[in-house]
T-cell receptor, first 116, second 113 residues
Framework: DTAVSQTPKYLVTQMGNDKSIKCEQN?????MYWYKQDSKKFLKIMFS???????INETVPNRFSPKSPDKAHLNLHINSLELGDSAVYFC???????????????FGPGTRLTVT | GENVEQHPSTLSVQEGDSAVIKCTYS??????FPWYKQELGKGPQLIID?????GEKKDQRIAVTLNKTAKHFSLHITETQPEDSAVYFC????????????FGKGTKLSVIP
């Protein structure tokens, strides 16, 4: 059973298009995240949701909009795609909020987005 | 926010040798220090973590040591094997209220058979 799954695994699209990436976790976790990993492997948090509420919203363009229909799902919608959006996007989940309680984050396999 | 530096950025070792990766952080309130391993084409996976009330933790061939005074912690891998080849990230917890891990820039470890 896959703990954290993402679809699609690969996404190739043209500039200006709108696309969505879906994420689902079957671990019963309360917190979900989106990370962006650039070509140099740098991992940066984008958003975090706890019990369907937005907790972290880092400085990302408002073209990126997360949606959490329930605790098990956190989708990422991107409008007006730009070349600089090309990256690998990872979804993750944890039992609770990161950090002090030491909750492990479980990552999905990633979605490689290529904008041409 | 937390400033995290990870060194070295790349590391090549012969199979059987040891590897050490160091992570320096800035927030003295940080109290949770995990290391993640990312294999090619996969998401990062937690391999070991330590809390601020412990100086060292071991799990078979891997260990993490923490120096809170100097604000750094290190990943030690002994008897390296080809399957240890991956990118390793430190991700110290930034402190109360931030609810997020700040990932280092990663260390690409190559174990040469």
């Amino acid at each position: 059973d896959t703990a954290v799954s993402q679809t699609p695994k690969y996404l190739v699209t043209q500039m200006g298009n709108d696309k969505s990436i879906k994420c689902e976790q079957n671990l019963g976790h309360d917190t979900m995240y989106w990370y962006k990993q650039d070509s140099k492997k740098f991992l940066k948090i984008m958003f975090s949701y706890n019990n369907k509420e937005l907790i972290i919203n880092e400085t990302v363009p408002n073209r990126f909009s997360p949606k959490s229909p329930d605790k098990a799902h956190l989708n990422l919608h991107i409008n007006s795609l730009e070349l600089g959006d090309s990256a690998v996007y990872f979804c993750a989940s944890s039992q609770g909020l990161a950090g002090g309680s030491g909750y492990e984050q479980y990552f999905g396999p990633g979605t490689r987005l290529t904008v041409t | 926010g937390e400033n995290v530096e990870q060194h070295p950025s790349t590391l090549s070792v012969q199979e059987g040798d040891s590897a050490v990766i160091k992570c320096t952080y800035s927030d003295s309130a940080s109290n949770y220090f995990p290391w993640y391993k990312q294999e090619l084409g996969k998401g990062p996976q937690l391999i070991i973590d330590i809390r601020s009330n412990v100086g060292e933790k071991k799990d078979q061939r891997i260990a993490v040591t923490l120096n809170k005074t100097a604000k750094h912690f290190s990943l030690h891998i002994t008897e390296t094997q080809p399957e240890d080849s991956a990118v390793y990230f430190c991700a110290p917890y930034s402190g109360a209220g931030s609810y997020q891990l700040t990932f280092g820039k990663g260390t690409k470890l190559s174990v040469i058979p």
